[in-house]
């Protein structure tokens, strides 16, 4: 049981991340997407503490429950929207016209993270693994993408951006299987998915930064390639 000092900290720690979102919301605006992408990341890791930190010192709240999602969406949900909206600013700083509204379209990453979230807190299916992306490796994907490749994405045609957003938006509340990365033991055939995408996700970081961007999409291929293999098999049995 936790006593008045440990139950408050796997809040302290939640409030933490939301801390690190907020500054990311910062750098953002000031266009300094590397440190955005810092601080993502640091709120994942934030993230990750708060929850084990809450089981080790079963110190569980209900306050804690809602503060964290509140957490999550501001540090997965607004920041990687407010680095989408900035980064979108730079593409169209010479437009014009209904054209200077555009860079708002990035706000729905903010609104489908925070349905994401609510969905995620009443499905009791989740457990052990998602259904839809989860928000945080979305908010690394747009985070790494524009901080690794800025310049190209300078390059592409607006309308593929604008199609990638509503891509992203659409995978977080979809009803896609996506598998966790929660080992219940380390036998090779109850996790060979999990130890396919840690092996190749540690060759993507070759690339750098923009591997961990890759890394969200080779989660996402493989969690489709698992789901149509499961489907395949089942009408076949």
Known sequence: MANKFTKHIPNTITCLNLFSGCICCVMAIWHFYDYALLCIVLSAIFDFFDGLAARALNAHSIIGKDIDSLA????????????????????LNEADGWMELLP??????????????????NDSRQTTS????????????????????YEWLLSIPLWVLLIAILVSCWLLVSELPMFSLKFKNLTWADNKIRFLFLVISVLLLYFGITGIALIILWYIALSVAVWIYNIFNSKVE
């Open 104 to 121: 708002f379209v990035a706000f729905l990453i903010a609104v489908f993270s925070a349905l994401r979230l609510a969905k995620f807190n």
């Open 130 to 149: 998602f259904f839809g992306l989860p928000v945080p490796a979305n908010a690394l994907f747009w985070s790494a993408l524009v901080s690794g490749l």
């Open 72 to 91: 999550d969406d501001i540090s997965f949900g607004l920041a990687p929207a407010a680095i989408m909206f900035s980064f979108l600013s730079d593409y």
